[in-house]
């Protein structure tokens, strides 16, 4: 897979996200298809409205890469990233040139399951229907319209993402699994293979 294509990969399933595009032993901090929904179908977790999530990761997730199962299985992870996600957390820092403590960003649920009711609520009022029952051109017009009007150039720390969109695509993007997608090799980066594995090259994918 070429360089171009790469970039392609990376960007073709954020359309609707115009302008979004170290291996290591220490995973970063982000380590089915569903019916009609409605506003009382909450997830247990952080209260998302899940099925409006899925609709929206079958919207930006690459489907075509990953199948529906992986696309369901990537928003498992997610769900269960943000359960055990900790507000404001004491991140890494580098005692070298710099003793300040940072800490991360607060708990993006309540704003990202108000937008998730958003998006629901629009599809209720447009079209009579839910927002994951109706054509996906619709959901990308819904979704393009409540996306944020300044949007951030590259994917930022999912954490950080202004949209739950935008959040998924950030959390997706540093996966392994992804960095293996877009080389269309096992590069495996969150995977410690041992100094005697270096100079092996990865497997293509499916190989």
């Known amino acids: 897979m070429s360089h171009e294509d790469r970039r392609l ?3 073709k399933s954020a359309t609707i996200v115009s302008g979004l595009a ?5 995973p970063p901090r ?5 019916g009609t929904s409605s506003l009382d179908n909450l997830d247990s977790l952080h209260g998302l409205h ?3 999530l899925d609709a929206v990761g079958r919207v930006v997730l690459p489907k075509g890469a990953l199948g529906d199962q ?3 299985r990537v928003l498992d992870d997610f769900v269960k990233w943000l359960d055990g996600f900790e507000p404001v957390a004491e991140l890494p820092h580098h005692y070298l040139w710099n003793d300040e403590i940072a800490y991360g960003p607060p708990d993006p649920a309540p704003l990202w399951r108000s937008q998730l009711e958003a998006l629901e609520l629009e599809a209720q009022k447009r079209h009579g229907s839910s927002f994951g029952a109706v054509d996906v051109p ?3 017009a819904i979704l393009h319209r409540q996306l944020p009007r300044e949007m951030p150039q590259d994917l930022p720390y999912a954490g950080d993402a202004p949209h739950v969109a935008i959040g998924l695509l950030a959390y997706f993007y540093r996966t392994s699994e992804a960095n293996d997608l877009g ?5 495996e980066k969150q995977t410690c293979r041992g100094l005697d594995t270096g100079p092996d090259e990865p497997k293509p994918l499916g190989s």
């Not at 170290?22 to 220490?26: L, N």
């Not at 982000?30 to 569903?34: L, Q």
């Open 9 to 11: 990969f990376l960007k």
């Open 22 to 26: 170290a291996a290591s032993c220490t």
């Open 30 to 34: 982000e380590s089915a298809p569903s």
């Open 50 to 52: 899940r099925t409006t």
């Open 70 to 72: 992986g696309v369901a």
């Open 138 to 140: 619709l959901q990308e």
């Open 183 to 187: 080389h269309g090799a096992a590069i």
